[in-house]
């Protein structure tokens, strides 16, 4: 089992930057492909981004490349998601999410934070 737990969420003027965390616990992050999803009000849960395990890999959506970065910290169990140059439709609460090979499903989840952007 592993236990997911996102922070750094909250409200910021369009244009500025915001930094996600998930820190995991219970199992060793190394072994699981990452992922941050979102969902905004009134919308299905959206791919963001995610990363291999030794972050040779990274995937994003096309609505985030070149403005989101997504980066692992192994010894620390923890997986961060820096956004920039915010849009208002970026609101939505992200999701951390684990699995353990890439073709995989996601199968562990977090319980997500807000993400609040204001025009």
Do not use: H
Request: hydrophobic residues 35%; charged residues 20%; contains cysteine.
């Amino acid at each position: 089992q592993v236990q997911l737990v996102e922070s750094g969420g909250q409200l910021v003027q369009a244009g500025g930057s915001l930094r996600l965390s998930c820190a995991a616990s219970g199992r060793t992050l190394s072994n699981y492909v990452m992922g941050w999803f979102r969902q905004a009000p009134g919308k299905s849960r959206e791919f963001v981004t995610e990363i291999g395990r030794l972050s040779i890999t990274k995937t994003y959506a096309d609505s985030v490349k070149g403005r989101f970065t997504i980066s692992r910290d192994n010894a620390k169990n923890t997986v961060y998601l820096q956004m920039n140059s915010l849009k208002p439709e970026d609101t939505a609460v992200y999701y951390c999410a684990a699995k353990l090979a890439a073709k995989a499903e996601y199968t562990y989840w977090g319980q997500g934070t807000q993400v609040t952007v204001s025009s």
